[in-house]
């Protein structure tokens, strides 16, 4: 945090002058030109750049150019967006979890059904018979290590 507030600080000039100019409702070509110069800095300087978002955001309240019901919107649409993105993340992971399972266990001789993914009674009965053959007690699919395909 200290080296944040460090680095901050070496920006102060900077930030003071983008926040002059970026409220002002117009700029000389000069005043123009370094906006430019600072915003061009941003570009290749990340706390930089976030701190210009922070004023940015900043004057946007204290100028009435935020319509807090669109933000709030938006950020549902946003998170809507995520928790599906999530969700089809988890899945996919969870299908190829399943199709290396039945390899392994279609490799050991247990399974004789398609590679398809899906936990079916064929799937099931396969792992019984592995639990079986092993004398492994556990209700859970969490003993298989798919990176090394073995039992854990």
């Not at 190829?96 to 279609?106: D, E, H, T, V, W």
């Not at 099931?124 to 492994?136: M, V």
């Amino acid at each position: 945090m200290e080296i944040m507030v460090e680095h901050s600080l070496e920006y102060r000039n900077i930030i003071h002058d983008y926040w002059t100019l970026a409220s002002r409702p117009t700029l000389t070509e000069s005043e123009a030109d370094r906006l430019e110069e600072i915003l061009h800095k941003a570009q290749s300087e990340p706390l930089l750049e976030f701190l210009l978002d922070e004023i940015d955001h900043i004057l946007a309240h204290e100028l009435g150019l935020l319509d807090e019901q669109f933000i709030k919107h938006q950020q549902d649409e946003l998170r809507k967006a995520i928790d599906q993105a999530w969700c089809e993340q988890v899945l996919l992971e969870i299908r190829n979890r399943s199709k290396a399972i039945q390899k392994y266990l279609k490799g050991k001789g247990f399974y004789t059904g398609a590679i398809d993914g899906q936990i079916g009674p064929r799937t099931q009965e396969a792992i019984a018979l592995l639990k079986k053959e092993a004398n492994l007690k556990f209700e859970r699919l969490e003993f298989f290590d798919v990176e090394t395909w073995s039992i854990c």
